[in-house]
């Protein structure tokens, strides 16, 4: 996978419209990782910032600690 940032609106605290990665894989584009205060939201293929699927970063933290492999 190559992962680039796409907007870098702030440059040290994430603000409210934080940043947008780009995740790309050998076949091209595969979706955008938006990173903001509230929480997280992956917005697969050609899926617009608003209409993705979106975790608080509780339930980002318990995902990752309840799943560490």
Known sequence: MRVSI????VPLQLGSKGI???VS???GH???LCIGKAGVE??????????????SWDKLIRFFEENPS
Do not use: A, M, R, Y
């Open 6 to 9: 796409k907007k870098f609106l």
């Open 20 to 22: 947008e990665l780009d």
């Open 30 to 32: 595969v979706g955008d």
């Open 42 to 55: 992956w917005c697969s293929g050609k899926t617009h910032q608003g209409h993705g699927i979106k975790k």
């Open 25 to 27: 894989g050998n076949k």
